[in-house]
């Protein structure tokens, strides 16, 4: 089973996912293991993001890995909406596959919004 880190010490995973805002949100998870393991983690992934992909209010996903040898991985996957997510995150077949991560996992998830900053980025 991997280690779940807050990645915003204030704001714990939870507390987002009882957000009733409207609109898309982002979720931005990273992942990280000993670099020997990192085909082990794509392997995991793949297989947790089909079934992510065919669940309610799923847009798009994509992972990132660090250069260099790097064990980090980031992944961006936009939904619907954070009862969506939600939906997906408590689904049991993938509470189930959580444990085809090693134990020497690290994953940090966290959900955004995009913010506007005038002549910059939209909202």
């Known amino acids: 089973m991997p280690k779940f880190v807050e990645m915003n010490a204030h704001v714990a ?20 293991v000993q670099p020997a393991n990192a085909d ?10 089909g079934l992510m992909k065919r669940q309610p209010g799923f ?10 040898g790097s ?5 961006y996957a936009i939904w619907q909406s954070v009862a969506h997510f939600r939906a997906a995150f408590d689904n049991p077949e993938f509470k189930a596959r959580l444990g085809s991560y090693s134990e020497s996992t690290t994953i940090s998830p966290h ?9 910059i980025c939209v909202g």
Not at 19 to 30: Q, R, S, W
Not at 71 to 75: A, I, K, S
Not at 111 to 119: Q, S, Y
């Open 40 to 49: 082990a983690l794509l392997e995991a992934w793949s297989r947790d993001a």
């Open 13 to 32: 995973l939870a507390d987002q996912l009882r957000d009733a805002g409207t609109g898309p949100v982002v979720l931005i998870n990273t992942f990280t």
């Open 71 to 75: 064990g980090t991985f980031l992944n």
């Open 111 to 119: 959900l955004f919004r995009k913010v506007e900053v005038p002549g």
């Open 59 to 68: 847009i798009s996903t994509q992972l990132h890995r660090g250069i260099a």
